[in-house]
Nanobody
């Protein structure tokens, strides 16, 4: 059974930093990419960062230069380092693994940035 478990969320002041972790377990094959998404109250879930199997990362302009995604294949873990956080970064952050057949999601971790 595949599981994705996020951790590292919390309350931080604007300008602060957090590092999120997503540990995957179970057998996952044919992975296209791993990524982080977020959902703020009343808004749609949006892409925050993705990383491909060969380590290429992509970010939307809203987080580019502030967020960094990385992965440790030996630990089956993907990370999201977030710096210079803003109140608009507040939301539930979800880890996702996209494969040829289906997507896997974690349960999410709350990030709250106070002004």
């Amino acid at each position: 059974q595949v599981q994705l478990v996020e951790s590292g969320g919390g309350l931080v002041e604007a300008g602060g930093s957090l590092r999120l972790s997503c540990v995957t377990s179970g057998s996952i094959s044919n992975v296209n990419f791993m990524g982080w998404y977020r959902q703020a109250p009343g808004k749609q879930r949006e892409l925050v960062a993705i990383i491909t199997n060969d380590g290429r990362a992509n970010y939307p302009d809203s987080v580019k230069g502030r967020f960094t995604i990385s992965r440790d294949n030996a630990k089956n873990t993907v990370y999201l380092q977030m710096s210079s956080l803003k109140p608009e970064d507040t939301g539930v952050y979800y880890c996702k693994v996209q494969t040829w057949g289906r997507d896997y999601w974690g349960q999410g971790t709350q990030v709250t940035v106070s002004s």
